[in-house]
């Protein structure tokens, strides 16, 4: 054991003494080498890409273990050491460009150095060697589902990167251009999609909306990529809104409704269906939830006396912002006076004693409770007999013979609308007081007394047959007579047609009742003025023409029928025409405001022919005289710039054109409006006429101050 344990520390002492040998010469071989230095400094790869690395590395010429000495490697942009290493020949270093570095990419800079590990003092350097980081160039592509939208629909932008950006600190962002909505954001994926959504609160604002899409960084804002902008263009819904009336027109006291309707029912939409009375603003009927809506038209009996049209117009509105998306073109519903027919039925009975007693009834078609109406039955003097203000009949009632009775439905204010013909009540029975359609009792009221209606008659152009000859038509000189016998009113209106053969005087006397200018001859030659507002003793027959005017007319309105009912009398009772029956039964094409110039001369051409009331159509191919007749016509010369020739009767009439007796007459007037005329007039003799030559037809012109359109009444 002794021995053993003498030999162990032999053993150590022997290894103690090699060590220090061992020491001994590396000393003296370093000393002799002097301090390490660098040898190399080198990068792996000279550029790296976001995310990418590579390894700086420095080599010295000798092992710095246990030298007292480090291999260093310096970042020469913040000159820290960013690597150490004391054990070995070598040192290497990671270059890392990581997602969060690729907003500011910029090169690393680097130098290696061997430094005493005692004070830091650097007993070597290397060169500078450069890693430069490029940005990550992210391919993104962008695009809609769809260009184009129409409300209510939707589509998508979408975009879609070259990898994923899953733990990049980047997102994809689809962005507005025009502040419309929030931005997509889509982060841990390569795709992205927004809705582009056309509602119906857009539907005011529709257009172009655009969008881009970025890769931008979650934290530092960094935007990596851009794509070209995409474009989603919206248009507004074109809804098909249908508006009209059930009925064109209503006669008092009718109804009728205007409807509108839509292709789309409005729930949820945040539009509403509006029915505008344009007479009244302030009445609207608004219909929501639905695709319709209709509103009531009513013609009470409180408008009977002047029924005016009602206009409407319809609009698909929006409830917040008001937007209009769609609006009708305006419907009429002209409202029709109610006439009242009404009849006067006489009777007999024997009394008591033998006498006999006459009675009267008057009956109408309405019951006029509710009406404003009376029926009355009144003496041609005024005097009331009867009067009821409900239901059909009133009477009977006793009249004397001898006496002239009428019965009216009447309004307080005495205005007629309906009425039977007055009628004498002779020994023999009634005797109806009408004769050509023209009651006697109303004519004969028109004027002051019986010297006022020969003296009115004295214009006439009657015949001349009676003996002895004389300058005075027949139809004079037998109300003369009349009136020296003693005869007045009907009586002295029946002598003048005892003939059977002056039905015309008795028109003609009614015009000269109506005139408003002093008759040709006396005190001026024009007589251009339209009739005055229609007398009340003639108003039934203007009223019942009117009715048949809007028949043939429906867009007619009653003020406007009235007018042109007026007219048409005035010109036709001038020549001693029936002209109740003759405007009731011939197409008349009645010129207006809408050819002012025109118009007015046609006016006053009627006033110097009066003959030319009456025409015949003929197509302007067959008028022997050439269309350029009146180029040398002093009347046609010296025309402004935009002026035409307009002539009366037209050239396409049998009483136009230059070989005509009497002669048309000319005057330069504005061309447009000429032309219009001519393109008025041709249509009516085609709807009207049937381009038929020969046909007759009334020209029945209205003052354009009257405001009244051109018309054609078939």
């Not at 301090?35 to 590579?54: K, Y």
């Not at 292709?263 to 539009?271: H, Q």
């Amino acid at each position: 054991m002794h021995r053993l344990r003498r030999y162990v520390l032999v053993l150590g002492l022997v290894g103690c003494l090699l060590t220090a040998a061992l020491s001994l010469g590396s000393s003296e071989v370093r000393a002799q080498t002097g301090p390490p230095s660098i040898a190399s400094f080198t990068a792996d790869q000279g550029e790296i890409t976001v995310p990418g690395s590579t390894y700086v590395r420095a080599t010295a010429d000798q092992s710095v273990y246990n030298t007292g000495y480090e291999i260093h490697i310096i970042d020469e942009d913040t000159g820290d050491s960013v690597a150490t290493c004391g054990s070995a020949d070598t040192c290497a270093r990671q270059i890392w460009a990581g997602w969060s570095d690729n907003k500011e990419a910029r090169p690393r800079r680097m130098h290696a150095e061997i430094r005493r590990m005692s004070d830091g003092g650097a007993v070597s350097t290397s060169g500078q060697v450069t890693v430069d980081v490029r940005r990550h160039d992210f391919q993104l592509q962008a695009a809609a589902d769809a260009s184009s939208i129409t409300t209510p629909d939707s589509t998508h932008v979408r975009a879609g990167v070259d990898q994923s950006l899953y733990n990049t600190g980047y997102e994809i962002h689809i962005v507005p251009e025009d502040g419309q909505g929030s931005e997509a954001v889509c982060g841990n994926s390569d795709s992205c999609a927004r809705s582009v959504w056309a509602g119906w609160s857009d539907n005011g604002n529709t257009g172009p909306r655009r969008f881009h899409a970025e890769v931008r960084h979650a934290s530092n804002g960094h935007v990596a990529a851009s794509s070209e902008q995409v474009t989603v263009t919206t248009h507004p819904h074109d809804f098909d809104l249908q508006f009209s009336a059930d009925d064109a027109s209503i006669r008092v006291p009718g109804s009728t409704h205007v409807r509108a309707r839509t292709d789309v029912n409005l729930y949820n939409t945040g539009y509403e269906i509006r029915i505008i009375d344009l007479d009244d603003e302030n009445s609207t009927n608004v219909c929501g939830n639905s695709d319709s809506c209709s509103k009531s038209v009513y013609a009470p009996w409180s408008v009977n006396a002047n029924p005016t049209s009602r206009t409407f117009k319809a609009e698909v509105k929006h409830i917040s912002n008001g937007h209009v998306a769609e609006t009708s073109e305006p419907v009429a519903v002209a409202r029709r006076r109610f006439l009242f027919d009404v009849s006067l039925d006489f009777s007999t009975e024997e009394e008591p004693g033998g006498a006999t007693a006459h009675r009267a009834k008057a009956t109408t078609n309405q019951d006029l409770y509710g009406t404003l109406y009376e029926l009355k039955i009144r003496t041609v003097g005024g005097s009331e007999v009867c009067s009821t203000p409900q239901g059909t009949q009133c009477g009977p009632r006793t009249v004397s013979v001898g006496g002239v009775y009428r019965a009216t439905v009447e309004d307080s204010q005495g205005r007629i609308f309906g009425a039977s013909p007055h009628y004498t009540l002779t020994p023999d029975g009634p005797r109806e007081e009408r004769i050509d359609d023209l009651d006697l009792a109303l004519l004969a009221s028109m004027f002051g007394s019986a010297e006022d209606i020969c003296t009115k008659l004295l214009p006439y152009p009657g015949p001349h047959l009676m003996e002895p000859p004389s300058s005075l038509s027949d139809e004079y000189r037998a109300c003369e007579t009349a009136r020296g016998a003693g005869k007045t009113g009907i009586d002295l209106l029946r002598a003048i047609v005892a003939g059977g053969t002056a039905y015309g005087a008795l028109h003609f006397l009614r015009h000269e009742a109506e005139r408003v200018s002093p008759a040709p001859g006396t005190g001026t030659s024009e007589d251009s003025e339209a009739p005055r507002p229609v007398p009340g003793p003639v108003l039934s027959d203007v009223q019942d023409l009117a009715g048949n005017l809007m028949d043939r007319q429906p867009q007619l309105t009653q003020a406007q029928a009235d007018t042109i009912a007026r007219q048409c009398m005035w010109l036709g009772d001038r020549l001693g025409l029936n002209s109740y029956r003759k405007c009731r039964n011939t197409p008349i094409f009645s010129a207006g405001a809408d050819v002012a110039e025109a118009t007015d001369h046609d006016l006053d051409s009627l006033a110097k022919v009066p003959a030319w009331f009456s025409l015949n159509y003929r197509p302007s191919a067959d008028n022997p005289a050439g269309r350029t007749w009146y180029t040398n016509d002093p009347a046609c010369a010296g025309g402004a710039a935009g002026q035409s020739c307009h002539e009366y009767p037209w050239f396409a009439t049998e009483q136009g054109g230059g070989n005509a007796v009497p002669r048309p007459r000319l005057r330069l007037i504005d061309g447009a409006q000429n032309s219009s005329h001519g393109t008025r007039y041709g249509a009516f003799t085609v709807a009207c006429l049937g381009s038929e030559s020969g046909r007759q037809f009334l020209g029945a012109p209205t003052p354009p101050d009257l405001g009244i359109p051109t018309y054609r009444i078939c």
